[in-house]
Nanobody, 121 residues
Framework: QVQLVESGGGLVQAGGSLRLSCAAS????????MAWFRQAPGKEREFVAA???????YYTDSVKDRVTISRDKGTNTIYLQMNSLKPEDTAVYYC???????????????WGQGTQVTVSS
């Protein structure tokens, strides 16, 4: 059974940092693009960052320079280091896997259950 399990969310003050983790099991994703999406209440799920199988990384403009995605192929884990957090970063964060890079969440085949990130002002 393929599973993606996120952890690391929580409540943080504006300007703080969080590190999200996503542990994959059931198969290897070394040839997949791994990504983070987020969904705030009443809004559509949006792309945050992605790491391709060859190590290229991509970020949405609103988080660029504040967020770093990384992956450990040995442990089948991806991370999202988030710094200088803002209240508008508040959302449920999901990790996902797809066979190719896309900014559209509908392309991704595998999803975690999500982890809540709340940034207070």
């Amino acid at each position: 059974q393929v599973q993606l399990v996120e952890s690391g969310g929580g409540l943080v003050q504006a300007g703080g940092s969080l590190r999200l983790s996503c542990a994959a099991s059931g198969r290897t994703f070394s040839r997949h693009t791994m990504a983070w999406f987020r969904q705030a209440p009443g809004k559509e799920r949006e792309f945050v960052a992605a790491s391709t199988s060859v190590g290229n990384t991509y970020y949405t403009d609103s988080v660029k320079d504040r967020v770093t995605i990384s992956r450990d192929k040995g442990t089948n884990t991806i991370y999202l280091q988030m710094n200088s957090l803002k209240p508008e970063d508040t959302a449920v964060y999901y990790c996902a896997a797809a066979t190719y890079l896309s900014y559209r969440w509908t392309v991704y085949e595998y999803w975690g259950q999500g982890t809540q990130v709340t940034v207070s002002s």
